[in-house]
């Protein structure tokens, strides 16, 4: 049987592959017990945002037993409508990297190594810094010749989103950057 270009892509592109094949005339049941044990045969699907550059393209990522098996362009995406560039196609190497950093890490004042702390601690260890930076750096009013004015501000924090943050996650985030009384809230793709 000869198969023209255009048939074998469709032969190739994964979940046609069983379609594909039925159409070329094989048998469908057949088809479908060669092809029962697949690499994304059983894989849960999770939505992701690739990590590379502040496009944000979205990504289906394929998890087999907790093992990330295959990531691909979401073409639900409004971004990338399915596309990546080759480094989002290359993501999965990030993901697998050892050096890769899954947990918080911190390095005590004067100490020259990093050390893991929990998600708490850390959470603790930020929440009293800038707790302690927006008291010491408050400024409740400004003179205008004679006149004081009420502005209730620090110029010592700064908010930065990312590429990768959804319109009701922005919202949010310059909600809490003006809640913490600071005019700084920026955007990485701005830099
Ligand atoms: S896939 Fe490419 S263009 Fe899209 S966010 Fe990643 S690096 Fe940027």
């Known amino acids: 049987m000869s198969i023209s270009r255009r048939n074998w892509l469709k032969l190739t592109a994964g979940g046609g592959a069983g379609l594909a094949l039925a159409e070329l005339g094989f048998s469908a049941a057949k088809v479908q017990a060669a ?90 260890k930020l929440a009293r810094k800038v707790k302690d930076v927006r008291d010491s750096t408050w400024i409740a009013t400004e003179k205008d010749g004679d006149v004081e004015y009420p502005v209730n501000r620090t110029d010592a924090i700064g908010f930065l989103g990312g590429a990768q943050n959804t319109n009701e996650e922005c919202y949010l985030w310059n909600k809490m950057g003006r809640l913490f009384g600071t005019n700084f809230v920026e955007h990485q793709a701005r830099l």
Request: with cysteine.
């Open 35 to 124: 092809t029962g044990h697949l690499k994304l045969t059983g894989a849960k699907q999770f939505t992701t945002a690739c990590n590379f550059c502040s496009c944000g393209c979205g990504m289906v990522c394929n998890v087999v037993d907790g093992k990330l098996v295959n990531l691909e362009g979401d073409p639900d995406h409004v971004i990338n409508q399915g596309a990546l560039c080759s480094k989002g196609a290359a993501m999965q190497a990030t993901h697998e990297s050892d050096r890769r950093v899954k947990a918080p890490m911190y390095r005590a004042p004067g100490s020259d190594r990093w050390q893991e702390i929990s998600w708490d601690e850390a959470l603790e």
